[in-house]
């Protein structure tokens, strides 16, 4: 089989490393990308027209790749998220396994290392529909076992985000 690996995940660099402006541009972007360029151009310190043209270099070098609803799992019906890791002979990733993305209810799909192959991140109506999603997982060749774990309370849900830790405390947070 011919690997598809930049199909699920690309990892592009950009050919100018961002700088603190263009950070800033994405955490605003990231937070209300329907804002227009002045907006964002006057909480970042710069003007429209530098806004729009690093947004439109940073569209073209695939930093930023789209622009996207962010649609409430509750107003359509899919209130029961649960994360699968599933255990399967070998590596795992076959042309079917991949198959798993055409159900709608996925919204994740990773190649891992550890204890288990793949995990997948599942929104469906409620525990039945769940139960029906696994038995397509099961129904796929060397899938030896899965293990669900589903999400009673989320309490950060978010995008990627463009800003990066550059020092790290040199203890852990305290206890309350």
């Known amino acids: 089989m011919t690997s598809n690996r930049e199909d699920v995940q690309k990892n592009r660099l ?5 700088d603190a402006f ?3 541009i994405l955490g605003k ?3 209300n990308a ?4 002045a907006e964002i151009g006057e909480e970042v310190g710069l003007s429209a027209p ?6 439109k270099r940073m569209t073209a070098s695939g930093v930023i790749k789209g622009t996207n609803a962010d649609i409430d799992a509750m107003a359509v019906g899919k209130p029961f998220l649960a994360f699968v890791h599933v255990d399967a002979s070998g590596w795992g990733k076959s042309e079917r396994m991949m198959r798993l993305r055409d159900f709608p209810e996925v919204e994740e799909l990773h190649s891992v290392t550890g204890d288990t192959c793949v995990i997948l991140k599942v929104r469906t109506a409620n525990a039945d529909a769940m139960e ?7 129904a796929l060749p060397g899938v030896r076992a899965t293990r669900s774990y589903v999400v009673l309370t989320t309490y950060l849900d978010r995008p990627v985000q463009a800003e990066v830790t550059e020092e790290w405390p040199d203890v852990p947070l305290p206890k309350d």
Not at 34 to 37: M, N, S
Request: glycine content about 4%; hydrophobic content about 35%.
């Open 34 to 37: 329907r804002q227009t360029y």
């Open 22 to 24: 263009d950070r800033k």
């Open 14 to 18: 950009s050919k100018r490393p961002l």
């Open 132 to 138: 029906n999603f696994l038995a397509q997982v099961y």
């Open 50 to 55: 530098a806004v729009h043209e690093r947004v």
């Open 29 to 31: 972007l990231v937070g």
